[in-house]
């Protein structure tokens, strides 16, 4: 049986927010889920959820840090990590990825799957589908605390996004009575093919994507606009860093334009912001598939620093974090009509 929430909220932007209590104490939040995730013109197709336990904070902090400390190693030692044959979808990645028809150099990125070293693949699947059923590679001769930060927070956001995935399950019962229930949950839950990232996004300086000739809008410059193919994101906040330190401490952005944007329904571009202390989880497109569209996801993009922006730290020195887990399911998990392999295969060749 439901209770009833008082606790949820917006955000300045309009965001949902849900509290982390009333996600485990199976409250009805069928309000905020229509709110989030539904088909009406302001919906964002995100939400935050706050207050979460308390080792939430430290383990972002710990490992958005090792984000730099990794970048920052020779490239002899990164490119070890690096996996031609899992179209660069386990270990490091750094101008393989295509956003508006250019290789992407301006952020690298390290995959792996918080829950499986191995995941549960027939060899058939790890030849035909390497971008999910890849074995994980770690850095640990290099960097040997990373291996445990990544799955540490990979995994709490896990247990977070399998919450929010039960209050969508009762959302969708109510539009699809013949729906399996707790069925957006189980496919999270019972997923092999969880994938991580750690995002770095280079300093200003690095941008070099941009030249005389180039006329393109400079508003994605950190990532441009696409839709996740997942069932669902969980992402935490950015950490911008001061790179002179090699503490890496965390700053604040120096520009209050930069960050995550993201598309309504109506066409309007929102700058969303993730506190610290909050997760935020963004819709993908197989749960809309698998929700008949009846969930909704929405573009987003990233925007970088002004190279104007007036700062007291050096912008040419500012990185910035972040940590995305991409909860998809199984291979053989049907969305919709169709299996997961077969609906993100050609969305994952068609991107590198």
């Not at 902090?61 to 690096?82: C, G, H, N, Y």
């Not at 906040?237 to 890496?248: G, T």
């Not at 970088?304 to 730290?313: H, L, Q, Y």
Request: aromatic residues 10%; negative net charge; glycine residues 4%.
């Amino acid at each position: 049986m439901f209770t009833k929430s008082n606790k949820s909220t917006k955000s300045p932007e309009g965001v949902v927010i849900l509290d982390y209590t009333d996600l485990i104490n199976n409250v009805d939040l069928y309000n905020e889920i229509e709110e989030a995730f539904g088909s009406k013109s302001h919906c964002l197709g995100i939400l935050l959820v706050k207050n979460l336990p308390e080792v939430y904070v430290e383990n972002r902090a710990r490992l958005l840090r090792l984000a730099s400390v990794f970048a920052s190693l020779p490239e002899e030692i990164k490119e070890k990590t690096v996996d031609e044959q899992s179209y660069y979808k386990f270990g490091w990645s750094c101008g393989k990825e295509i956003f508006n028809g250019k290789k992407d150099t301006l952020k690298g990125s390290y995959y792996g799957n918080p829950k499986y070293d191995y995941p549960d693949a027939t060899e058939e699947e790890l030849r035909e589908f390497p971008m999910y059923c890849h074995p994980n590679i770690w850095p640990n001769e290099d960097l040997p605390e990373f291996e445990k930060a990544f799955k540490d927070l990979g995994c709490f956001i896990i247990d977070i996004g399998k919450l929010v995935a039960r209050a969508c399950d009762s959302f969708v019962l109510t539009k699809l009575p013949k729906a399996e229930p707790n069925y957006l949950e189980r496919i999270i839950d019972e997923s092999q093919t969880i994938s991580a990232r750690l995002l770095h996004y280079f300093p200003i300086q690095t941008m070099n994507q941009k030249n005389d000739t180039d006329t393109d809008d400079i508003d994605d410059s950190w990532c441009g606009w696409h839709t996740d193919h997942s069932s669902l994101t969980g992402l935490t906040s950015s950490m911008f860093v001061d790179e002179r330190d090699p503490a890496y401490p965390e700053i604040e952005c120096p520009d209050n334009q930069a960050g995550l944007y993201i598309k309504n329904r109506n066409d309007k571009i929102i700058r969303v912001i993730i506190p610290r202390d909050c997760l935020a989880f963004q819709l993908g497109a197989a749960m809309q598939l698998a929700s008949a569209d009846n969930l909704r996801a929405t573009p987003h993009m990233v925007k970088a620093i002004s190279s104007d922006i007036k700062s007291d730290i050096p912008i040419n020195v500012i990185a910035r974090n972040t940590f995305a887990v991409f909860m998809q399911p199984s291979l053989n998990e049907k969305v919709g009509n169709i299996t997961f392999a077969e609906f993100g295969r050609k969305i994952t060749k068609n991107t590198y």
